[in-house]
Nanobody, 123 residues
């Protein structure tokens, strides 16, 4: 089982990024996927999730108007587009999968975790 997150980098405030998460080793279409982030010195927090079919999504309030989650089950991939980046978005971003179809950001539900991709927002 593997979840490979990529797409992070150093971006100026106001910029955009598209994170990708490619899965292998499990039946991707049966799993909801979440994106989480951990900023320096802070606990990991959930930011967005998408159900197994892609028909339902959820965002925490702090990112609701700037983050867009999507998935392509044929490509076994999930994406997180981040617009209008701000310094508080600086964190390691992780994708994770849980075998319930419904979207949730309850971390204890998640079965598989990726290794994370660093996003740094700085001028």
């Amino acid at each position: 089982v593997q979840l490979q997150a990529s797409g992070g980098g150093l971006v100026q405030p106001g910029g955009s990024l598209k994170l990708s998460c490619v899965a292998s080793g499990f039946t991707f279409g049966n799993y909801a996927i979440g994106w989480f982030r951990q900023a320096p010195g802070k606990e990991r927090e959930g930011v967005s999730c998408i159900n197994n079919s892609g028909g339902s999504t959820y965002y925490v309030d702090s990112v609701k108007d700037r983050f867009t989650i999507s998935r392509d089950n044929a490509e076994q991939s999930v994406y997180l587009e981040i617009d209008n980046l701000v310094p508080d978005d600086t964190a390691v971003y992780y994708c994770a999968a849980h075998r319930f179809a419904a979207c949730s950001l309850r971390q204890s539900w998640y079965d598989y975790w990726g290794q994370g991709t660093q996003v740094t927002v700085s001028s």
